[in-house]
């Protein structure tokens, strides 16, 4: 019996145009003047010094700053970059640049779902710091009332099936009870390989019958009987 909702948020819960098309071109615009200006904050710095571990090298500010921008222009999925961005976006949203998007089903049903009882995370690549900053900004209001908790790739990859073992254990619930929701195959192959029951999301094109795991085109198919 599903007693949790996990689910990711690009292609599930939210357009992927609103990230890549919105989000991302934002941080990448505003990238460098932000670590000049930022550079001696203490959560900056953290930040900046993760990249140079990552790195493996002494590299100087401006270094940092180019290897950002190839970490972007790459769409890697890695920790302090997705941390930069999330500093980025949130003073987007306070200017009131844009508003996170989320699909009206995935709210229709966040919200009757957090009524049955039922306790809903969120595990997505960008960090939790931007996770909130989505949903606390939408067109329909602060949402971040529904959700228990948040994971991201501090957690581990979303495409290693460890990562959703390690979500089980921290929300304290079998991986049995937890429905995973994204659209992207190899997360639900490690989500499903850790026990969980999940369902695919495909908003645009075609379903496959004779896919790997269940194709749904929106929340309004999604049962939990």
């Known amino acids: 019996m599903t007693k949790v909702i996990l689910t990711d948020i690009e292609g599930t819960t939210s357009s992927l145009s609103f990230v890549k098309d919105v989000l991302f071109p934002y941080a990448r615009e505003r990238i460098v003047e932000f670590v000049r200006q930022h550079v001696e904050e203490p959560s900056v710095k953290k930040e900046l010094e993760e ?11 401006s270094e940092i700053i180019e290897q950002l921008i190839r970490w972007i222009d790459e769409d890697k999925k890695i920790t302090p970059l997705k941390s930069l961005q999330g500093m980025i976006w949130e003073d987007g949203y306070k200017k009131g640049d844009f508003k996170g998007h989320v699909y009206e089903d995935a709210v229709q049903h966040l919200k009757k779902w957090k009524q049955a009882g039922l306790k809903l995370y969120i595990f997505s690549s960008g960090s939790v710091q931007a996770q909130k900053l989505l949903f606390a900004h939408t067109e329909y209001g602060d949402l971040t009332p529904l959700f228990s908790g948040y994971f991201d790739t501090t957690i581990g990859s979303k495409r290693e099936a460890e990562s959703y073992r390690k979500i089980a254990d921290s929300i304290g619930m079998p991986p049995g009870e937890i429905l ?6 190899e997360e639900l192959d490690a989500a499903r390989a850790a026990g969980m029951p999940v369902k695919w999301l495909i908003r645009d094109g075609a379903l496959d019958t004779k896919a ?3 194709q749904i085109r929106n929340f309004d198919a999604i049962s939990l009987s």
């Open 212 to 214: 790997a795991h269940r």
């Open 51 to 61: 990249v140079r571990r990552l790195s493996g090298k002494n590299l100087n500010d």
């Open 180 to 185: 995973f929701l994204s659209d992207i195959r």
